[in-house]
């Protein structure tokens, strides 16, 4: 009964034949052809038709709140262990652009491109478990926003507008993680057309890109992604919606997530249109002082000896992270960044010759993110300085002669502009 109704609070169920002359329901349901009975919290309506029994469930009066519980229980103890963020070791390049884009997710996501082995995708997972909870409505497969119409699905939408009270649940920020051999149907949801033909109704099967909204959407060697996956991502991440077309039938819903993506550049470049979506650009190295790679291979291996012993020796530090990005995220909007440092960004990005706008927006915004996560309410050139680079090393054009590293050719630029 409970997979048949899920977490909604309206649910109809099929129609079954019965025998006119004895009915059998499961003994745990007591149904009388003339009224309504009451079964854990359910009220039943039935009603008898010439050869049939029709049972259609009229309100669902479940505890929301318990039953999320629960799952979230049982999904944390049941999911395999996760590698501490606060235990890897260097890459602080990395580690700040990830943190950066949970405090202000409308930076627009993270591309990370270095050598293989290098604990990209280790690093992108780790960061579950410092994910900050959001407000949802509960029950809804868009995880949609209930103070912000452009984050609704369009049901719960029509819902608030009518005035009814939608039920509320605090939830972590879902990581989706999209597998290169994902098919498109998978990906944008798919569109049930025997059911929308036989009964008129749209039944529609949300996707990856719906249970990414308001989350993060991970693509591991993204380069190596399908072009017609990469078109719907272009799509959706554009307009914030994804719409799916078929037999006639259009249905849209919000897909508002962080791309994150991650490869290694020896097995092929990334199309520039997905590319310049990703906010910013990380790039990872192997590390090559001794006796940091030995402090890497010997907490590895601690790890995969006992891994919820490791896990606890670092929950004090991982607590601390949260806390600030807590911190951090509510501190945002106070954040305020000079009129005359703005000026100073764009000009960097005008002698680059950095094409579009993406390039400013996003270096306003990771340059706040960073002041918030320091605890400062001011933004300094120091802050610009360290983000600059991330955010418009990947929008400079490519010149196969050029020798010098893009990242150290913003920094030049930028001391250049900022002196």
Same mark, same amino acid.
């Given at each position: 009964m409970a997979s048949l109704l899920g977490t909604s609070s309206t649910a109809i169920l099929a129609c079954r034949r019965f025998s006119s002359s004895s009915p059998s329901f499961p003994p745990s349901i007591s149904v009388q052809n003339h009224g309504k009975k009451c079964y854990g919290g359910i009220g039943f309506q039935t009603k008898r038709g010439r050869s049939a029994w029709h049972l259609a469930v009229t309100n669902v009066a479940t505890d929301i709140n318990s039953v999320e519980q629960a799952q979230k229980l049982a999904s944390k103890e049941s999911q395999r262990p996760v590698y501490p963020f606060a235990a890897i070791v260097g890459q602080d390049e990395m580690k700040l652009c990830l943190l950066l884009n @949970?405090?202000?997710?409308? =930076? !627009? !996501? @993270?591309?990370i491109m270095g050598d293989r082995g290098t604990g990209k995708s280790t690093t992108v997972r780790s960061l579950v478990d410092l994910l900050p909870e959001i407000e949802v409505v509960a029950g809804d497969p868009y995880n949609s926003d209930p103070k912000d119409p452009e984050s609704m699905g369009v049901e719960v939408r029509e819902r608030v507008i009518k005035g009814e009270q939608v039920p509320v649940v605090s939830t972590k920020i879902n990581m989706v993680?999209? %597998?290169? !051999?994902?098919?498109e149907d998978r990906v944008c949801g798919t569109i049930d057309i025997e059911k929308a033909l036989t009964e008129g109704v749209k039944a529609f099967e949300p996707g990856l890109l719906a249970k990414a909204n308001r989350g993060i959407l991970y693509v591991d060697e993204v380069n190596l992604l399908d072009d017609?996956?990469?078109?719907v991502l272009l799509d959706s991440a554009a307009s914030g919606w994804n719409t799916v077309e078929r037999e006639g039938i259009s249905i849209s819903? %919000?897909?508002?997530? =962080?791309? =994150?993506g991650s490869g290694n550049p020896e097995e092929g470049e990334l199309r520039p249109q997905l590319l310049d979506r990703f906010g910013m650009h990380a790039q990872v190295g192997t590390v090559r002082d001794a006796e940091l790679r030995v402090k890497i291979v010997e907490e590895r291996s601690r790890f995969d000896k006992d891994p919820k012993e490791f896990r606890d020796s670092y929950i004090a530090e991982q607590e601390k992270l949260q806390q600030q990005i807590s911190s951090a995220r509510s501190n945002l909007s106070s954040v305020q960044i000079n009129q005359d440092l703005k000026v100073k960004i764009s000009k960097v990005c005008a002698e680059l010759n950095v094409d579009g706008l993406r390039g400013d927006i996003v270096s306003n915004r990771a340059a706040k993110a960073l002041a918030a996560l320091k605890g400062r309410d001011n933004v300094t050139a120091e802050d610009i300085a360290t983000v600059i680079p991330n955010c418009l090393r990947h929008r400079l054009r490519k010149d196969p002669l050029e020798s010098i590293d893009s990242g150290l050719l913003i920094i030049e630029k930028f001391y250049e502009v900022f002196s």
């Open positions: @949970v405090i202000d997710p409308k =930076i !627009g !996501g @993270v591309m993680d999209l %597998p290169l !051999g994902a098919t017609h996956l990469v078109d819903h %919000p897909a508002r997530f =962080i791309l =994150i």
